[in-house]
């Protein structure tokens, strides 16, 4: 599958990495391809504009700080995106890092501003590395999606399965509403990395003992 990572950070690049050892054809899409792809860290990737990497994905992973992504969406254009699939792990987070959208979510925004692309929200409640090796964990934990778009969340389930995430671990939580709890728990997930002092962790939900 063609897949166009919006954004060349910590996330975009782990993603990138995965799904190309899962022999997806990748490339990362930066506000600056020339000047990014001189970067050390982005040597073994396909650097390009914005713009190039939403005509090349038949799915798009918007990988944007959250106050900026919508933004950068705009700019990209309706057209360009309409027809993909648009996996968001984005979140936003002010400068003292509270939630850009409290009582609503990025992936909501995103959704209602390009209806003509399906919005799937996921990989909000782990860090980057548990996202792309859940088998690094001492037992799965879960990952959860949110969309209104039944066959844009198959499509990313298929993605997640590539990752390494179980069928099982795989918790489809509703439409693209639900987004919310995502995005509020990434709160509870910095919570929990602090006192933990790792972040390499997952959440797991614990179903109630058979009657
Ligand atoms: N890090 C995690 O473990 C984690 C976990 C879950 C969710 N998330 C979310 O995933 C998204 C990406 O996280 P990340 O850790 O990969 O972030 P990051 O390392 O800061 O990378 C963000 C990328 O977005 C691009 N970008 C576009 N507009 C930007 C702007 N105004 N300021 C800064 N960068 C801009 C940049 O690429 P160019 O400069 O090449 O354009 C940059 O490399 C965020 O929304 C974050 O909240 C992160």
Same mark, same amino acid.
């Given at each position: 599958m063609r897949?166009?990572?919006? *954004? &060349?950070?910590? /996330?975009?690049?782990?993603?990138?990495? +995965?799904? %190309? $050892?899962?022999?997806?054809? =990748?490339?990362?899409?930066?506000?600056?391809?020339?000047?990014?792809?001189?970067?050390?860290?982005?040597?073994?990737?396909?650097?390009?504009?914005?713009?190039?990497?939403?005509?090349?994905?038949?799915?798009?992973?918007?990988?944007?700080? *959250? &106050?900026?992504? /919508?933004?950068?969406?705009?700019?990209? +254009?309706? %057209? $360009?995106?309409?027809?993909? =699939?648009?996996?968001?792990?984005?979140?936003?987070?002010?400068?003292?890092?509270?939630?850009?959208?409290?009582?609503?979510?990025?992936?909501?925004?995103?959704?209602?501003?390009?209806?003509?692309?399906?919005v799937v929200k996921t990989l909000v409640t782990m860090d980057s590395v548990v996202m792309t090796s859940p088998g690094s964990l001492e037992e799965p934990g879960m990952v959860f999606l949110s969309g209104d778009d039944a066959a844009a969340k198959r499509t990313t389930r298929r993605l997640l399965s590539d990752l390494g995430w179980p069928d099982a671990a795989q918790l489809d939580l509703g439409g693209i509403g639900t987004a919310r709890g995502q995005e509020h728990a990434a709160l509870l997930f910095m919570g929990v990395g602090d006192a933990l002092g790792t972040y390499g962790f997952g959440f797991k939900v614990v179903l109630p003992r058979a009657a």
């Open positions: 897949i166009g990572l919006l *954004g &060349t950070g910590n /996330v975009a690049r782990a993603l990138a990495t +995965g799904w %190309a $050892a899962a022999g997806h054809d =990748v490339v990362l899409g930066s506000r600056t391809p020339k000047e990014r792809g001189d970067k050390e860290e982005l040597q073994s990737f396909t650097v390009v504009s914005l713009d190039e990497a939403a005509v090349h994905g038949e799915v798009l992973v918007n990988a944007t700080p *959250g &106050t900026e992504s /919508v933004g950068l969406l705009t700019g990209i +254009g309706s %057209a $360009a995106l309409a027809g993909k =699939v648009l996996v968001d792990v984005g979140v936003g987070f002010t400068e003292s890092m509270e939630l850009s959208h409290p009582n609503y979510s990025l992936s909501e925004e995103i959704q209602a501003a390009f209806p003509e692309t399906p």
